[in-house]
């Protein structure tokens, strides 16, 4: 058993490699539209703002931390919700309360543990002002940076900073991701045992 979770984790991480790559620069760009008193009004005024002054190395300067956050995070999902299954649904048949309730579940509990990493991937991602005239050097770069310049911000409870918004944003959010996977997986296999049976 400790094998499949351990499967189900490395499948995860692979996952996040690849999707992170792909979406660190459109996670800037959101975060930064969606800072208070933004400056951009448009998608394209900021990427264009961003290339100029900052360069294109802003667009991945929270890569490191976002895959220092998103790989724990599947990770933990991925195993969580196989562990779930096996309590839940033990004999792994499509059963769709299961899938949801266990999906809902591994998502927070991923959520709440990888919510300090959430923080600082904010933060790099937004600079913001409070933030960079707290640090020294008047910009943060690298996980390391970012850490300290929170807890000098708001200590220990700053890590912990909209953990419920996080947790109940991936209740739903992996609850309806599970069960469509499992539902699709379950139509496909049926399909391909029908067909086995009438050739």
Partial sequence: MAIVFSFAGAAGCVATLLHDAAMNPAEVVKQRMQMYNSPYHRVTDCVRAVWQNEGAGAFYRSYTTQLT???????????TYE????HFNPQRRYNPSSHVLSGACAGAVAAA????????????????????NSNITGHITGMASAFRTVYQVGGVTAYFRGVQARVIYQIPSTAIAWSVYEFFKYLITKRQEEWRAGK
Wanted: with cysteine.
């Fill in 69 to 79: 956050m998103n790989v724990p995070f599947q990770a933990i999902h991925f195993m």
């Fill in 83 to 86: 562990f779930l299954q096996e």
């Fill in 113 to 132: 543990a990888t919510t300090p990493l959430d923080v600082c991937k904010t933060l790099l991602n937004t600079q913001e002002s409070l933030a960079l």
